[in-house]
């Protein structure tokens, strides 16, 4: 058995079936972990989502933020951000069979065994891993259910940008979702800062990268995500960062995770320019 975890793939069909080819995965053997971010952005996104789909139990797919965005185009009725490169998805003939596969799939995913978590951006830094699992699970309870398009009309924005545990309703949900999906900078009480987006190195003034908050609770377990672009490959110990730009001409990027780490990557023409 080996299990593979694979950066964001941004609707890069092409890139997603070349690093296929190279893995070999087995069907009822190997495992296919997805850090989120399927589609956007990239030209072939209804693509992807059915090539995943397909996969079957061999995929685990973490959401990312730009899954949860197809997902309010799809269900919110009239989202206050336009669907970009999603119109393909949406007026698919199998688009509801996409959307419902799309809207089970979680906000987490860990594996004691493995010492590992998955998710798509971070988690806050307060959270130690069951606790994330648990809190990715009432965000993934809301999306199956029929509250799912009432909350994805409300999940855009930056409010609460700190975590804390009496938050109740549609805010703690927004900020489970931040947490999860869009974080990349917070200050040291893990305060998420939503508007700087370039390499850790050039933190704003009192912000550091969520993963070197002093303290963290996921610093014991291996954290596997995506989400940041300018980060790039990320090999630390106990974390192991997969975006690696396909969509912007980088890489897209697989990790063997299930005993000695083996990177495997395919080079992109790139579909959007930096910065677009």
């Known amino acids: 058995m080996a299990i593979y975890a694979i950066g964001d793939v941004q609707g890069c069909d092409a890139e997603l079936c070349a690093l296929l080819d190279r893995l070999g995965p087995v069907r009822g053997r190997d495992e296919l972990w997805f850090v989120g971010d399927l589609v956007n952005r990239g030209p072939r996104s209804l693509e992807v ?12 797919v973490t959401l990312g933020n730009h899954d949860l965005h197809l997902l309010a185009c799809a269900l919110a009725g ?3 951000v336009a669907a970009g490169d999603l119109h393909a998805v949406l007026s698919a003939p199998d688009r509801d069979e996409l959307i419902d ?3 089970r799939r979680p906000l987490a995913h860990y594996r004691p065994d493995l010492n590992s978590l998955l998710v798509h ?4 830094p307060a959270w130690n891993p069951l606790q994330t699992v648990k809190l990715a699970r009432e965000v993934s309870d809301c999306l199956q259910g029929e509250a799912a398009g009432e909350f994805l009309r409300s999940m855009y924005g930056a409010q609460p940008d700190r975590w804390d545990d009496g938050l109740e309703g549609t805010d703690r949900l927004r900020c489970i979702t931040n947490c999860l999906t869009r974080i990349r900078f917070c200050s040291a009480d893990g305060r998420l800062d939503f508007d700087s987006k370039g390499p850790p190195d050039q933190p704003p003034p009192g912000l ?8 963290r609770a996921t610093a014991a377990v291996r954290v596997i995500f995506g989400h940041w672009s300018a980060l790039g490959l990320l090999l630390r110990e106990n974390l192991l960062g997969l975006d690696t730009g396909c969509v912007w001409g980088g890489q897209l990027t697989a990790a063997r995770i299930d005993g000695p780490l083996r990177l495997v990557s395919v080079a992109s023409p790139g579909y959007r320019a930096i910065g677009d």
């Open 101 to 103: 596969w799309l809207r």
């Open 49 to 60: 989502l059915r090539r995943v789909r397909d996969l079957g139990d061999q995929a685990i």
């Open 121 to 124: 951006a971070g988690a806050a």
């Open 78 to 80: 009239d989202p206050p």
């Open 208 to 215: 550091l990268p969520w993963f070197e908050v002093p303290g």
